[in-house]
């Protein structure tokens, strides 16, 4: 089993001060050592069709699901997501053991093994 | 500037053979040089009212912003959409910049120069 991820996307109600909740963010993820990365963006190409008015994107990572269970039970977590839950219009969480699949290196074009032809 | 990422969340229609179509995402991705990573997910553990129906997370990875254009206007990028399209219940796509925050590893414990103390 590999990583396992925490994922949140939100729409924030007008007004918020965004970049304060971020701090806030970044400092709770810093803070609680199970988290083994944490990454997030704002939205800046999808159609609103697509979008749905959802603008931002968290993404944490674990090394293994108990790590996952320590930071939802950790009470900095806690505290941080009573607060977040009131910034908020919209979420939706989706936590899931990771499958990664990278593309594969192109293969090289091979060479005759010519000296194996000449020996027939 | 970092990585750019394209996450989609979905859930898929009823009756859908949801191995099969991983299958395909999985085989696009990797026909298509421009794509860094991919991984995916089954979300196991959210409440209903957390996930609100969305079953599956699809998050690919780009060196930068102009590989993921490339990748939205690749022909086999676009016949999987064509087809993933038709297989969804519903839909949610944000593309953003990732800002990568990892925790900071701990501090050690600092020494006290004492050779510059000691030249006062």
């Not at 293994?64 to 009470?75: I, N, R």
């Not at 989706?94 to 293969?107: G, I």
């Amino acid at each position: 089993m590999g990583e396992f991820k925490h994922l949140v996307i939100v729409k924030f109600k007008e007004d918020v001060v965004v970049e304060d909740i971020l701090k806030d963010l970044e400092k709770m993820v810093a803070e609680i050592d199970s988290v083994k990365s944490f990454e997030w963006g704002q939205d800046l190409e999808s159609p609103e069709m697509l979008r749905q008015g959802f603008t931002h994107a968290f993404l944490t990572t674990f090394d293994k699901k108990e790590d996952y269970t320590v930071f939802v039970g950790h009470p900095k977590h806690q505290e941080f997501s009573a607060t977040f839950s009131t910034v908020l219009e919209k979420i939706v969480l989706l936590d899931f053991p990771a499958t990664l699949v990278k593309p594969p290196p192109k293969a090289p074009a091979e060479e005759p093994p010519a000296t194996l032809n000449d020996q027939k």
